[in-house]
């Protein structure tokens, strides 16, 4: 069995899996192009392990802790599941406003401090943008970021980035359409930086109270990114080889009147599906709810569902790298 690593150690053991072992994941930065790749290779490996019914039993013994701020369905889940395909044990935290220590005033370092005695890694979502960081500052464990506020949202990058892989075959030269909310989505601003290092070309379509934060793109162009910035889905729709849609997030608008004036602003059905190209897909980390017609939900080209479903494999590959398990 592989030695726990943790982050106080000196020089953490790399075993040929265990890359990751003592790292944290806060952005998607944090890991080279490289790295990214052999993780999706090896989240390929699990979806077929899983498709094939068989088990793996590489991290028995390991815990993972799950620690939510804020509602989850797919990221928890999806984490949890990883970790108990892999044999591993999974303590959790759903709701930690209400159920843990910060209901009495506890901190975040606190909180983080002590649960790093009882895991070997932690999977934190907070409504803070910096959240993870702090949190990672604290543990004695790796921090895994699952949404810091209006921040980032790595592991879903990594999920969309295998989605389109999956489904398009390659990364680098696809035109993607990001489409909605990119000021406060948290999963467009870690799938832009993560699309402009594998070479794609990206589509920003916003109202401009919504628009992708200005730091963002300009890292983007910095790095040569080719970016066109429009309002106009109906304009994007022919030229894009994905469309990646997301949810207006209501929870981040201070005044509800704003929501509800740009609630419904996009909505993709089969009416836009038509006028877009013939091999176009549909993306979205989900939940939807009403920038997707459910009537699209049959069509081949709708792959938000395959996608929360390659959550599972990819998120295994992860726990697999970084808690040195096979
Ligand atoms: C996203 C999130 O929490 O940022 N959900 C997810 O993890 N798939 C997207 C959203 O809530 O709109």
Redesign the pocket.
Known sequence: MTEIVHKEAAVPVKSHLGEFSGRDLITLEDYTVEEIERLLTMAEGYAEMLAQGERSSSLTHRILATLFH?P????RLSFESAMQRLGGGVISVANAPASSSVAKGESLPDTVRIISNYADAIVL?HPEKGAAKQAADASLVPIIN??DGTGH?PT?ALVDLYTIKEEKGHLAGLKVALVG?LRY???VHSLAGALGRFRAELVLVAPPELSMPGEIVSALRAAGTPIWETQDLWEVAPEVDVLYV??I?RERFADPWDYEQLRGCYRVDLELVAHARREVIIMH???RVDEIDPQLDGYDGAAYFRQ?ANGLPVRMALLAMMLGGQ
């Open positions: 804020e989850s369905t797919r990221t979502r699952a949404g949202h879903q909310d989505g948290r999963t997301t949810r997030q980390p989900l939940p929360s």
